[in-house]
C-alpha cells in the first residue's frame, strides 16, 4: 500500500454479533454471532441463569438485549427470585450425562477494600519498574495507508518495530485538518468492547470532539487488541496471571515506541502528551501513567478499581499512589460496574498527583454512554488547562 492510497482499514466493517442494544430478543442464531465453541448469540438476546451460586445469589451471565455491550464480559448475579424479562437460561447435554462439578460449583465473589489494600514497598515497586525498560533501537516505521474522505481530519496507519518478538506495532494517527503544528498529542486506550474487536480497528469517532479542537489523537493497536486480537481476557489461572504480567509490558513498549515514532515527526509536540481511556482503557492499563514519563496529562472515562484478578506486577493498585501528573476522572453516580463509593472513589483518592491536579467529575449517569456535553468540557478543559489552549481551529 503507498502512503496516498485510501485507507481501507478504517472503512465501517459489517461483522456478525449478537443481540444488545434492541427492542426484545429474537431467534438464537438469527444475528450469526457464534462463539468459539459453536454456539450462537451467547452475548445479548436474553441474561442467561447459571446453575453456580454466588454468595446467596446465582450467577447471571452474558447481558441482555437492551444492555451495552460491554455487559457480554462483566460478572453479573442476581437473586433465584427475579423475574425479569431479560433473563433466560440455555439447555445443554452432556455427553456423560452428568454435569461436571466444576461448571455447577459456587462462584467465590472477589470483595477487595480498595481504600485499606496496601501497595507494595517501594524498593519492590523499582523491581517492577525495571521490568518495562526496552532498548531504543531502530523503528523501521512505514506510513501504510492514508485517508483524507473526512471533512476534519486525516487518517493515517503507520507501524513500526515492537520492542519484543519482532512483531510489528500499528497506530491510527488522527490528525485535525484545523490548527496549527506542532499539534498537541492525546493518547487512546480502547475500552474492552473495541479492544476485543479481533476484526480490526473500524470507524471509532469516540474522540472526535478532540479531534475538532485541534489535536491529534492517536489510537496504537496495543498487542492483543484489533488487528493483534490474541484471546487475553479468556484466559484462566496461571496461564491467565503470566500473560498479563506480559501484557502489561508490552502495553508500556506499545506505547513507547509509538512516542518514539511521534518525536521523529516535526508536526507533533512531544512535550505535551495526553493519555485518555474508558473503563476498560481508563481502569486497567494504569501502569502505564506511572512509569512513562512523556505523559503530560490523563482524562480517565468511566474509572475505577477492576473487579479482574491481576498478578502483583500488574495491579493499579501498586502503581496509582506513584502517579503525579494532573488527572481528571469522569464517572457515573449509577455505575454498576465500578460503583462511585468502592471503585471509583478508591482510585480517585490514592493517585499520587497532588489535590489541586486532580478532580473527580461525577455525572447522574451509569457506566457507559456518558452525558456527550459534560464528557467534552471536561475533556477539553483539562486539556487546556494541561497541554495549553490550541489557536486557530475550526470548530
Known sequence: MSPGEHLAPLLPVVVPRSNFDSKGPVPVGSLGGIGP????????????????KAGDNRWLLGGAWDQPIHMYTVSNNAPPSDRSATNGFRCAVYKDGDVPKKLSAPIELRVVNYRTAPAVSDEVFRTFKRRFSYDRTPLNARVEATDHSNADWTTEKVTFDAGYGGERVIAYLTIPKSGTPPYQIVV????????????????????????????????????????????????????????????????????????????????FD??????????????????????????????????????LSLP????????????????????????????????????????????????????????TPLPRSDMVRETLDWLDRYLGPVTSTRQ
Open 37 to 52: 465453541y459453536g454456539t450462537f448469540d451467547m452475548g445479548g438476546n436474553v441474561r442467561e441463569w447459571g446453575w453456580n
Open 188 to 267: 487512546a486506550f480502547p475500552g474492552l468492547g473495541p479492544f476485543q474487536n479481533r476484526g480490526g480497528i473500524v470507524q471509532y469517532n469516540a474522540n472526535d470532539f478532540i479531534v475538532k479542537s485541534g489535536r491529534v489523537v492517536v489510537q496504537p493497536v496495543f498487542k492483543g487488541s484489533y488487528e493483534r486480537w490474541d484471546g487475553l481476557m479468556g484466559l484462566v489461572g496461571e496461564e491467565y496471571l503470566r500473560t498479563f504480567r506480559e501484557r502489561t509490558v508490552q502495553w508500556y513498549q506499545d506505547l513507547g515506541r509509538t512516542l518514539d515514532y511521534l518525536t521523529t515527526r516535526r508536526e
Open 270 to 307: 512531544i512535550d505535551r502528551v495526553a493519555f485518555t481511556g474508558l473503563s476498560f482503557g481508563a481502569s486497567i492499563p494504569l501502569p502505564l501513567l506511572a512509569v512513562e514519563p512523556r505523559l503530560k496529562a490523563a482524562v480517565l472515562m468511566s474509572a475505577g478499581f477492576s473487579e
Open 312 to 367: 502483583p506486577e500488574a495491579d493499579p493498585i501498586n502503581y496509582v499512589s506513584r502517579v503525579t501528573i494532573p488527572i481528571v476522572m469522569v464517572g457515573g453516580r449509577y455505575d454498576y460496574v465500578l460503583p462511585l463509593e468502592t471503585s471509583q472513589r478508591p482510585l480517585f483518592e490514592r493517585f499520587g498527583t497532588p489535590p489541586s491536579e486532580k478532580r473527580h467529575a461525577i455525572l447522574d449517569a451509569g457506566h
